[in-house]
């Protein structure tokens, strides 16, 4: 465009069709040339602007960031109207040439949301809805953040939801968009709001008159008409079922299904069947919540209508009316009303003074109003496609912090914000090696340890302990590499030292095999049957205190060399039945103190013995005592000692008594 009038091309910023404000002034003053926006629900508007000045050394970066407005002017012939303003904030800005001795630039102005599209971070939330979660968010940019809330529904609280090495403005639109909000952008010339909805159908009507007229091929520029229209279809899915599993209730059916009522005509409603993975949706309430906001983004997509306009007041989240279009003006309102999901404006200033004063029209794509908005699921959740460790973590001064189920909770190494306490994140499943009803195997990670951490399906928010692993802070139990050939297992005594532990370790150094048992404490084994040792050369059994062994039926030892028993204090036997003992050899008794026998019935004596008995006492005296007599006997002779004081001595030739005094 040529531009060789520069003193009214200056002159005339404030009378044209377009006008910008920005931070400029004097020579460096920006004005408008032409101007390109694109805006609709759901999506970041972006403004493309053509720019002028006297001045061709502008410092590109005094531009960045700054806002500026945008000002449309209303048709003249429309009494009382009031500007339209497109109010963003610059996020490019290029010098581009010169055109009849003006310097020209170009310019993209977005919202102030897109700046979360420059930040990219990790972090957790807990515990908070979404609108929690964009509160907290969008308070990091409150210098420039101005939004509004606006959906009717309370929404429920997450437990545990990630960004994970994601741009804010990713995680923010992804998370509206599982919960079904859309949004849109309301401008004034001090600045531009966002808007969070979730019920389009409670949409406001445009600025000014909301009735359009169909004016096919008429140019009209004082009045807002519709000059071209046109109406699409497409085959969508009809039916969307769902299934989610939450392993606190595994038996649940965690299944809903539901059809589109959106009318496509005579074809198969086909269906989309997703599964949503663990804790995807914790009630049926809300699996159809869910289901009911895809079935109805299919549906808004389905049957759509476009068209151009001379309207100066079209905006995405209002509606207007089509009237005098032969396909809608005889059906009843609803079907006359249309909710803007798309608007492009394309506006130019002409700059000669016999050019007029510029041109503008805008193209749209609208749906039903009576048709529900919801956006598609657009921005993907980001995948963690591998394990990472983390470090077990629990409150101060413990060792071990689980619950009922044997979960814990973790700090990942990319979490700037946890403070390595029961607060770093949700509790964590724990993998077993074997996971039964009330049998298999418990290890608890201990606070402290290092840990292997998958995700299911990749989701950053479900995450799931695989394993420990050793640092330099936590070292093996045994050395290394020197005790390469041994394994097993240590614990650690709860808040005892490491000098209290239950250990099991195995030696495999060939002519070196062990197997190492230590039970800090006490150690209890129980053999519901039979139980068989086998030692195959020595055995040593110490035990530092008393032993109890209770057999509850017949015990036989059989030793086939020697055997040596050392009591070093008394000893006690007691034999409730027939007591036998057979010496093969020789057998000797000696005893230090007195001995007694004493028989409750008869006892034999040594008849039918081979080889000697003697009893012999060196230092008392042998005390034998009996209730009625005592009968000492050998071949034919015989003493009788009788209970009365009877004593008599029998023998058959001969019977001496001899003094040596």
């Given at each position: 465009?040529?531009?060789?009038?520069?003193?009214?091309?200056?002159?005339?910023?404030?009378?044209?069709?377009?006008?910008?404000?920005?931070?400029?002034?004097?020579?460096?003053?920006?004005?408008?040339?032409?101007?390109?926006?694109?805006?609709?629900?759901?999506?970041?508007?972006?403004?493309?602007?053509?720019?002028?000045?006297?001045?061709?050394?502008?410092?590109?970066?005094?531009?960045?960031?700054?806002?500026?407005?945008?000002?449309?002017?209303?048709?003249?012939?429309?009494?009382?109207?009031?500007?339209?303003?497109?109010?963003?904030?610059?996020?490019?800005?290029?010098?581009?040439?010169?055109?009849?001795?003006?310097?020209?630039?170009?310019?993209?102005?977005?919202?102030?949301?897109?700046?979360?599209?420059?930040?990219?971070?990790?972090?957790?939330?807990?515990?908070?809805?979404?609108?929690?979660?964009?509160?907290?968010?969008?308070?990091?940019?409150?210098?420039?953040?101005?939004?509004?809330?606006?959906?009717?529904?309370?929404?429920?609280?997450?437990?545990?939801c990630t960004q994970y090495r994601e741009t804010d403005l990713n995680f923010v639109l992804r998370l509206m968009e599982l919960e079904g909000l859309f949004f849109y952008f309301e401008h004034a010339?001090?600045?531009?709001?966002?808007?969070?909805?979730?019920?389009?159908?409670?949409?406001?009507?445009?600025?000014?008159?909301?009735?359009?007229?169909?004016?096919?091929?008429?140019?009209?520029?004082?009045?807002?008409?519709?000059?071209?229209?046109?109406?699409?279809?497409?085959?969508?899915?009809?039916?969307?079922?769902?299934?989610?599993?939450?392993?606190?209730?595994?038996?649940?059916?965690?299944?809903?299904?539901?059809?589109?009522?959106?009318?496509?005509?005579?074809?198969?409603?086909?269906?989309?069947?997703?599964?949503?993975?663990?804790?995807?949706?914790?009630?049926?309430?809300?699996?159809?919540?869910?289901?009911?906001?895809?079935?109805?983004?299919?549906?808004?997509?389905?049957?759509?209508?476009?068209?151009?306009?001379?309207?100066?007041?079209?905006?995405?989240?209002?509606?207007?009316?089509?009237?005098?279009?032969?396909?809608?003006?005889?059906?009843?309102?609803?079907?006359?009303?249309?909710?803007?999901?798309?608007?492009?404006?394309?506006?130019?200033?002409?700059?000669?003074?016999?050019?007029?004063?510029?041109?503008?029209?805008?193209?749209?794509?609208?749906?039903?109003?009576?048709?529900?908005?919801?956006?598609?699921?657009?921005?993907?959740?980001?995948?963690?496609?591998?394990?990472?460790?983390?470090?077990?973590?629990?409150?101060?001064?413990?060792?071990?912090?689980?619950?009922?189920?044997?979960?814990?909770?973790?700090?990942?190494?990319?979490?700037?914000?946890?403070?390595?306490?029961?607060?770093?994140?949700?509790?964590?499943?724990?993998?077993?090696?074997?996971?039964?009803?009330?049998?298999?195997?418990?290890?608890?990670?201990?606070i402290g340890d290092e840990v292997v951490v998958t995700f299911l399906d990749g989701n950053p928010d479900r995450p799931l302990i695989l394993s420990s692993v050793y640092n330099a802070q936590n070292?093996?139990?045994?050395?290394?590499?020197?005790?390469?050939?041994?394994?097993?297992?240590?614990?650690?005594?709860?808040?005892?030292?490491?000098?209290?532990?239950?250990?099991?370790?195995?030696?495999?150094?060939?002519?070196?095999?062990?197997?190492?048992?230590?039970?800090?404490?006490?150690?209890?084994?129980?053999?519901?049957?039979?139980?068989?040792?086998?030692?195959?050369?020595?055995?040593?059994?110490?035990?530092?205190?008393?032993?109890?062994?209770?057999?509850?039926?017949?015990?036989?030892?059989?030793?086939?060399?020697?055997?040596?028993?050392?009591?070093?204090?008394?000893?006690?036997?007691?034999?409730?039945?027939?007591?036998?003992?057979?010496?093969?050899?020789?057998?000797?008794?000696?005893?230090?103190?007195?001995?007694?026998?004493?028989?409750?019935?008869?006892?034999?004596?040594?008849?039918?013995?081979?080889?000697?008995?003697?009893?012999?006492?060196?230092?008392?005296?042998?005390?034998?005592?009996?209730?009625?007599?005592?009968?000492?006997?050998?071949?034919?002779?015989?003493?009788?000692?009788?209970?009365?004081?009877?004593?008599?001595?029998?023998?058959?030739?001969?019977?001496?008594?001899?003094?040596?005094?």
């Amino acid at each position: 465009m040529k531009m060789s009038d520069i003193a009214g091309f200056l002159s005339l910023q404030n009378s044209r069709l377009l006008t910008i404000k920005t931070p400029l002034a004097g020579r460096a003053e920006l004005v408008l040339s032409d101007f390109q926006c694109s805006e609709g629900l759901s999506v970041l508007f972006d403004m493309r602007l053509g720019l002028a000045s006297r001045d061709p050394t502008i410092e590109l970066k005094q531009m960045i960031g700054q806002a500026v407005t945008i000002s449309l002017q209303p048709p003249g012939g429309i009494v009382g109207g009031s500007a339209r303003h497109f109010h963003g904030y610059v996020t490019q800005f290029s010098h581009t040439g010169a055109d009849g001795g003006l310097a020209t630039y170009s310019a993209t102005v977005q919202p102030w949301l897109w700046m979360l599209s420059r930040r990219v971070d990790s972090r957790i939330f807990q515990d908070k809805s979404a609108r929690d979660i964009l509160d907290e968010v969008f308070s990091q940019y409150s210098a420039l953040a101005s939004y509004e809330f606006r959906a009717g529904r309370t929404l429920k609280p997450y437990s545990y939801c990630t960004q994970y090495r994601e741009t804010d403005l990713n995680f923010v639109l992804r998370l509206m968009e599982l919960e079904g909000l859309f949004f849109y952008f309301e401008h004034a010339e001090d600045g531009h709001k966002l808007i969070i909805d979730d019920d389009s159908t409670r949409a406001k009507p445009i600025d000014g008159l909301p009735s359009l007229r169909y004016a096919s091929g008429e140019i009209l520029e004082d009045e807002a008409v519709v000059t071209q229209w046109a109406a699409q279809r497409q085959l969508m899915s009809g039916a969307v079922s769902m299934k989610a599993y939450d392993y606190k209730v595994p038996a649940a059916r965690r299944y809903v299904s539901g059809e589109s009522d959106f009318n496509q005509g005579e074809v198969e409603r086909y269906e989309i069947y997703d599964y949503v993975g663990l804790h995807g949706f914790d009630s049926t309430d809300r699996g159809e919540e869910l289901a009911r906001f895809r079935l109805e983004s299919l549906a808004a997509s389905g049957k759509t209508f476009s068209g151009t306009s001379t309207g100066r007041t079209l905006a995405p989240g209002r509606y207007f009316e089509l009237s005098a279009h032969y396909d809608h003006d005889n059906g009843p309102m609803h079907d006359r009303q249309f909710l803007l999901t798309n608007v492009r404006h394309h506006g130019v200033n002409n700059y000669q003074s016999n050019e007029g004063s510029g041109s503008y029209h805008a193209s749209f794509q609208c749906i039903r109003k009576k048709i529900p908005f919801r956006p598609p699921l657009a921005h993907a959740r980001p995948v963690i496609p591998g394990p990472q460790t983390a470090i077990v973590v629990g409150p101060k001064g413990e060792q071990i912090h689980t619950d009922a189920l044997g979960r814990v909770k973790i700090q990942f190494h990319w979490d700037r914000i946890g403070q390595r306490n029961q607060g770093s994140s949700c509790w964590v499943r724990v993998s077993q090696p074997w996971a039964g009803g009330g049998f298999g195997s418990v290890q608890i990670p201990r606070i402290g340890d290092e840990v292997v951490v998958t995700f299911l399906d990749g989701n950053p928010d479900r995450p799931l302990i695989l394993s420990s692993v050793y640092n330099a802070q936590n070292m093996p139990p045994w050395a290394l590499p020197a005790g390469a050939t041994q394994s097993g297992f240590l614990t650690r005594s709860h808040k005892g030292t490491s000098e209290n532990a239950n250990a099991i370790r195995f030696e495999d150094k060939l002519g070196e095999e062990e197997i190492w048992l230590h039970a800090e404490r006490n150690q209890r084994i129980e053999v519901e049957h039979d139980e068989s040792h086998t030692v195959g050369a020595k055995r040593t059994k110490t035990i530092g205190a008393d032993e109890i062994v209770t057999i509850g039926g017949a015990q036989t030892h059989t030793i086939t060399g020697a055997r040596t028993q050392t009591i070093g204090a008394d000893h006690t036997q007691t034999i409730k039945g027939a007591h036998k003992q057979n010496v093969a050899g020789t057998h000797a008794q000696v005893i230090g103190g007195n001995a007694s026998i004493t028989t409750t019935g008869p006892q034999p004596g040594a008849a039918g013995t081979v080889g000697d008995i003697e009893i012999q006492s060196s230092q008392g005296k042998i005390h034998l005592k009996a209730a009625t007599e005592i009968v000492i006997e050998v071949g034919a002779s015989v003493i009788h000692l009788k209970a009365d004081g009877t004593i008599e001595i029998s023998g058959p030739t001969h019977i001496g008594l001899n003094s040596k005094s």
